[in-house]
C-alpha cells in the first residue's frame, strides 16, 4: 500500500504546484522548444516590419495597414487548414514546404515595396506571405500533448505556451523597428524570412517528438483511460459553439496587437522618437509575458469560464484608456497594464479548449484561434491606419477599445456555450455510438 499512498501524495502536490521546472524536464522538450521559438517571430515580427516598410515607401499609415491587413486575413483564412493537414499528414510535410514559401514571398514582397510597386502588387505578394506563416505554436502544443498525456501538467504547458508567445511580442517588435530604424526600412522583414527559414526547418526536423500523423497529440489522453479501446471524436472545430464565442473574444484581443501597432508607430513619429515605438510596444508586451509567467504557477480555484469573463472586462477597462492617454509616460504604463491582462485571457482560451473540443479537433481549434488573433489584428492594423491617416493624430487607440468592449458583450452574451457538456460526447468500447452533434 505504502507506493500507491506515496504515488497518491506526489500527485496531489503536482496538481496543487504545477512547476515551470518539471514541465521543463519533460524528455525532448527541448528540441522542439528552441527551433520553435525561432520560427515564431513571423508572427511578432511580419505585421510591425510591413507596416515601418510600407509606411516609409509610401507615406501613408492607410497603405501600410491595409498591406499588413492583407497578410493577416490570409493566415486567419488558412491557419486552420494548415492545422488540419498537420494532422492528416505529419507536421513535418506541411511546414517544409510552407516555410519555403513564406520566405520566398516574403522577399518578394520586401522587393516590391522598395521597388515602389502599386499597392495592388504588395497584396498580391502579401496573400502568401500570409497564409503560408508556419503554426508553430498549436504544433508545439500538440506536441506537449504527445509528452505529456494527460499529466496535470498539461495546464502549466498551456500557460508556458502562452508566456512563449508574449515573449515573442516582447522580442520581435523590438528586434522589427530596431532594424528598420537603425539599419533600413526592408531589414525586418529580411530577418523575419531568415528566423522563419532557420527555425522552421530545424522543427520540422523534430521527427520524434510530432504527433502521430492522424491525430492531435491528445488522443491518447482519452484512448488511455479504456485500454485503447475508446473512440476518437472527429468534428470541426468550428461546430463546437464554445469555439466560436472564443473566436470572437481572441478576435478582440488581436484588435488590440493590431491598433497598438498602428498607433504607437504614428504617435511616436509625431513626436520625432520614431525608436520609442520598439520600446513601447516591448513594455505592452512584457507586462503580457510576466502576468503569463504568475498565471501559469498559480493553481486556480476559480472556474475558467469565470476567470475568462474577469480578465476580459479588466483588458476591455484598460484598454478603453488607451486613446486618453497622449504622452510617452502614461501610454507606457497603460500599455502595461493592458498587457498584464492579456496573458490570462488567452492561457484561460486555450486552457478550455481541452473541455470545449474532442481530442481529434484541438490542434484545429487551436489554430482557429490563432488565426481570430491574426484577423482581429489584420482588421485593427486596417481601421487604425485609415483613423490615423483621416481622423487625427491617437486616433487608432480607439480600435482596441472597440474591439475590446464588442468582444466583451458577445462573451457576456454567450457566457453558457464555454461549459463543456458530458453527455454531447459519447465513447464507448468496441462498437459503440455517439451522438453526430458537436460538443459545446
Keep these: 500500500m505504502a507506493p500507491t499512498v506515496t504515488e497518491s501524495k506526489t500527485t496531489r502536490e503536482t496538481k496543487r504546484r504545477p512547476g515551470y521546472g518539471q514541465l521543463l524536464r519533460t524528455r525532448g522538450a527541448w528540441t522542439f522548444l528552441v527551433p520553435g521559438f525561432a520560427a515564431r517571430q513571423p508572427f511578432a515580427m511580419l505585421t510591425i516590419s510591413i507596416v515601418l516598410l510600407v509606411q516609409h515607401t509610401t507615406g501613408s499609415y492607410g497603405a501600410a495597414g491595409a498591406a499588413a491587413a492583407v497578410t493577416g486575413v490570409s493566415m486567419a483564412l488558412f491557419a486552420p487548414y494548415s492545422g488540419r493537414l498537420a494532422d492528416r499528414h505529419g507536421q513535418r510535410a506541411v511546414l ?11 522577399l518578394a514582397l520586401t522587393g516590391l515595396a522598395l521597388a515602389d510597386a502599386p499597392l495592388w502588387a504588395l497584396f498580391a505578394a502579401a496573400v502568401p506571405t500570409g497564409a503560408s506563416v508556419p503554426q508553430i505554436g498549436p504544433m508545439v502544443r500538440a506536441r506537449w500533448g504527445v509528452r505529456l498525456k494527460g499529466s496535470p501538467l498539461m495546464s502549466t504547458a498551456a500557460a508556458f505556451e502562452s508566456v512563449t508567445d508574449e515573449l515573442t511580442f516582447v522580442v ?90 498602428v498607433a504607437l508607430a504614428a504617435f511616436t513619429e509625431s513626436i520625432g522618437e520614431p525608436g520609442l515605438n520598439g520600446a513601447l510596444y516591448g513594455t505592452f508586451a512584457a507586462g503580457n ?76 481549434a487551436f489554430t482557429w484561434l490563432t488565426g481570430a488573433v491574426a484577423l482581429g489584428q489584420a482588421a485593427a492594423v486596417t481601421v487604425a491606419g485609415q483613423l490615423e491617416d483621416r481622423v487625427r493624430e491617437g486616433a487608432g487607440f480607439m480600435v482596441p477599445m472597440g474591439g475590446t468592449v464588442l468582444a466583451l458583450a458577445t462573451l457576456v452574451a454567450l457566457r453558457s456555450r464555454l461549459t463543456a457538456r458530458p453527455s454531447g460526447r459519447t465513447v464507448a468500447r468496441g462498437v459503440g455510438h455517439r451522438e453526430p452533434a458537436a460538443v459545446d
Design 289 to 364: 509575458m510576466l502576468s503569463g509567467v504568475v498565471c501559469g504557477a498559480v493553481a486556480w480555484k476559480a472556474a475558467p469560464q469565470r476567470r475568462l469573463l474577469v480578465g476580459y472586462t479588466a483588458l476591455a477597462l484598460t484598454a478603453s484608456g488607451l486613446w486618453a492617454a497622449q504622452s510617452v509616460p502614461l501610454l507606457a504604463g497603460l500599455g502595461l497594464l493592458v498587457g498584464m491582462c492579456i496573458a490570462p485571457t488567452l492561457i484561460t482560451g486555450y486552457t478550455l479548449v481541452e473541455s470545449l473540443v474532442p481530442a481529434g479537433a484541438r490542434t484545429e
Design 96 to 106: 517544409v514546404p510552407g516555410v519555403l514559401v513564406h520566405v520566398l514571398s516574403g
Design 172 to 261: 520581435g517588435p523590438l528586434l522589427a523597428t530596431a532594424l528598420c530604424t537603425a539599419l533600413h526600412p526592408a531589414a525586418g522583414l529580411v530577418t523575419e524570412a531568415a528566423l522563419t527559414l532557420l527555425g522552421g526547418l530545424l522543427f520540422a526536423a523534430q521527427k520524434r517528438t510530432q504527433p502521430p500523423v492522424g491525430t492531435d497529440g491528445a488522443a491518447g489522453q482519452d484512448g488511455g483511460q479504456d485500454g485503447g479501446h475508446a473512440r476518437v471524436e472527429h468534428v470541426p472545430a468550428l461546430r463546437v459553439p464554445g469555439v466560436r464565442v472564443l473566436a470572437v473574444a481572441f478576435l478582440g484581443i488581436g484588435s488590440v496587437f493590431g491598433g497598438m501597432q
